[in-house]
């Protein structure tokens, strides 16, 4: 007999890397998704930095072609 609703291990069985929050809660013992604590550890995602205290998208630029 075939198994019913089998599921089958794919990407979304592993775990995933949590985002950090857009705004810091500036509490005194830090969360660890705050993203003040994620850029000190170097675990902020790649294309984001933090400025004011908030999380914003760095824009990426377009290097001119070496000839």
Same mark, same amino acid.
């Given at each position: 007999m075939a198994k019913k609703g089998g599921k089958k291990k794919s990407e979304s069985? @592993? =775990? !995933? +890397? #949590? @985002? =950090? !929050? +857009? #705004?810091?809660?500036?509490?005194k013992d830090k969360c660890r998704r705050c993203p003040l604590?994620?850029?000190?550890?170097g675990t902020l995602p790649e294309g984001y930095t933090v400025?004011?205290?908030?999380?914003?998208k760095t824009k990426k630029t377009k290097l001119?072609?070496?000839a």
């Open positions: 069985c @592993l =775990p !995933k +890397k #949590k @985002l =950090p !929050k +857009k #705004k810091c809660c500036v509490s604590l994620m850029l000190k550890l400025k004011k205290r908030k999380l914003v001119p072609d070496a």
